[in-house]
């Protein structure tokens, strides 16, 4: 939208990029990262079922038992109420640093790549910090 000039159009038009652009698509992160959190979160238990009863000789109900027993909630919660700080990291990078392109289609490329690469790194620094944070706490 920056190199197409459409930003330029709303600053004309008297709207805030940021308040149209930024924000929905943040908040947007916010509210669906959790829930694919959730949703990975269970897809890996499943995985870890097809992947257990296929190499051991496990069976699917001593798998679930133990997965039960050794799962609490605060390892459900911990993951939750980290992924909402990670998706507001990430939204704001990306949009960031989509409002900083200029030039043509390399300049939108070369600010993807940095996009991503900023991304990475902070969820790897917001995790640890949470990590340091939950280990405070003897979550």
């Known amino acids: 939208m920056k190199v197409s000039e459409e930003i330029d159009a709303l600053r004309s038009m008297g709207f805030d990029p940021v308040r149209w652009l930024v924000v929905p698509r943040c908040l947007a992160l916010v509210v669906t990262l959790p829930l694919l959190t959730w949703i990975g979160d269970v897809l890996a238990l ?4 097809v992947a257990t009863v296929v190499t ?3 069976t699917p109900r001593a798998y679930i038992f133990a997965t039960a027993d050794a799962l609490t909630v605060s390892h459900l919660f911990t993951g939750l109420i980290k992924s909402p700080f990670l998706a507001l990291a990430i939204g704001m990078i990306a949009c960031g640093q989509g409002l900083l392109t200029r030039g043509g289609a390399a300049a939108v490329g070369t ?3 940095t996009a991503v690469v900023l991304a990475i ?3 790897i620094a917001i995790s640890a910090l949470f990590t340091f944070f939950f280990a405070l706490m003897g979550i």
């Open 46 to 49: 499943v995985g870890g079922l």
């Open 56 to 58: 051991t000789q496990m």
């Open 111 to 113: 600010r993807t790549t």
């Open 121 to 123: 790194f902070s969820v």
